[in-house]
């Protein structure tokens, strides 16, 4: 069929090698999932899939080998880890915003503030009911200094699981607190940063593809979280040896506390080049330095 006098088979004949390139489909597609390329042009498909020059080496054409990778290195970049029961914080808080107020305090600093919860054992745990609850000059000054809500830069989902909360009343009751995640306008951001899976011989090219003007629609945004109550059956899949009654008791206390938390504002605010930097310090990482390849692309 001819478009403007050129046929619309010659113009997909002339983009679909880079279009497939370029994205993946369906659920998961950032983290690789839904990866196709045309037969036989893996070579042509590095070239556009190189937009950013950071890709992964995995020495390996097994699809769970691919993903499992993306995903240990994405959790590192965005998350951080437990390892042996110590926290490991991830790329994009240890290089950028250690100091800050982010999501994760945020949440931590507004559970404490109500004086009837208690998190786990953990020292940073500890740190926090030290430094939030009996000192409350340093809490107030805190609850009127603006959060961030850093992980979010790298794609934020509905809602938050906050795990292992208990009743100060009764330390051996232990809940996973969710929050809603309101963005107004903005619902749903998936991740700036896309995973492309290219298989080559028996190793496979993982190029790294950024999406800076996805990035740059929630700069100065605000988002908001917001605690769910709790109900009987959560409750019990976190707390052993609770009765029916038991249960009722404290889910009603529980959930009178979190009524009186109030939403949690968050500010979205990107630095300039941010994934450019994020890349470097992931690239000058130990873990990462026989992986992670690349600087600017070919």
Do not use: H, W
Request: glycine letters at 6%; a positive charge; one cysteine or more.
């Amino acid at each position: 069929m001819p478009l403007c006098g050129v046929a619309l088979d010659e113009i997909i004949k002339g983009s679909i090698d880079k279009f497939f390139a370029i994205n993946n489909f369906g659920l998961r597609q950032n983290k690789g999932f839904g990866s196709f390329i045309i037969r036989d042009k893996e070579n042509e498909s590095c070239n556009y899939a190189n937009t950013s020059g950071y890709y992964l080496n995995i020495n390996s054409t097994d699809n769970k080998d691919i993903l499992n990778g993306i995903k240990e290195f994405y959790q590192e970049l965005k998350n951080g880890i437990n390892y042996n029961g110590e926290y490991k914080p991830s790329f994009l808080m240890k290089e950028f915003f250690k100091e800050r107020l982010n999501d994760k305090k945020a949440m931590k600093i507004e559970i404490l503030n109500t004086g009837k919860f208690e998190l786990d054992s953990k020292k940073e745990n500890k740190k926090y009911n030290n430094q939030f609850v009996t000192d409350k000059n340093a809490l107030k000054k805190d609850r009127e200094t603006n959060y961030e809500y850093i992980r979010g830069m790298l794609g934020f989902a509905n809602f938050y699981s906050f795990r292992k909360v208990k009743l100060k009343e009764n330390l051996n009751v232990m809940f996973d607190l969710t929050f809603n995640v309101n963005g107004g306008e903005i619902e749903r951001f998936k991740s700036p940063i896309t995973f492309k899976p290219i298989k080559l011989g028996k190793a496979t090219k993982v190029f790294i593809i950024f999406d800076d003007d996805n990035l740059n629609r929630i700069n100065g945004k605000e988002i908001y979280l917001k605690p769910n109550k709790i109900n009987e059956k959560y409750l019990k899949q976190c707390t052993r040896n609770l009765s029916y009654e038991q249960c009722q008791k404290y889910i009603k206390v529980i959930n009178s506390e979190i009524d009186n938390i109030e939403p949690i504002k968050l500010n979205l605010k990107i630095p300039v080049d941010f994934l450019k930097s994020l890349m470097k310090a992931a690239k000058e990482s130990k873990k990462f330095k026989n992986l992670f390849c690349g600087g600017e692309p070919q």
